[in-house]
């Protein structure tokens, strides 16, 4: 996980579950001033995530990803669990 270039950004694609109805995943970042690019903390969908991967699954699945940016690195925050597998995603996302 790198920081995002945009604060906000929202992204849709075929749902897994229907490929008629359309999946939205949106990733926020908040800051309290231009400089922050180290990330402290994040959220996947309601619940805390120490790690800079995760599974392509939840992704796709839908919901929201919010990371908290400050001045200064985080160096514990991304050691958790940081031998988990990330899995590359091969779908066209559209930009909402």
């Known amino acids: 996980m790198r920081i995002p270039l945009f604060d906000k950004t929202r992204l849709r694609f075929p749902s897994l ?9 949106e990733i926020t970042a908040k800051r309290k001033n231009a400089d922050d690019c180290y990330i402290q903390s994040a959220g996947l969908n309601g619940r805390e995530w120490n790690n800079f991967q995760f599974p392509v699954v939840e992704f796709l699945k839908g919901g929201k990803l919010e ?3 400050g001045p200064e690195p985080n160096k514990s925050w991304e050691l958790i669990n940081a031998t988990s597998t990330f899995l590359l995603m ?3 996302v559209i930009l909402e």
């Open 90 to 92: 091969d779908w066209s």
């Open 67 to 69: 990371i908290e940016l």
């Open 17 to 25: 579950n229907s490929p008629e109805r359309t999946a939205k995943f």
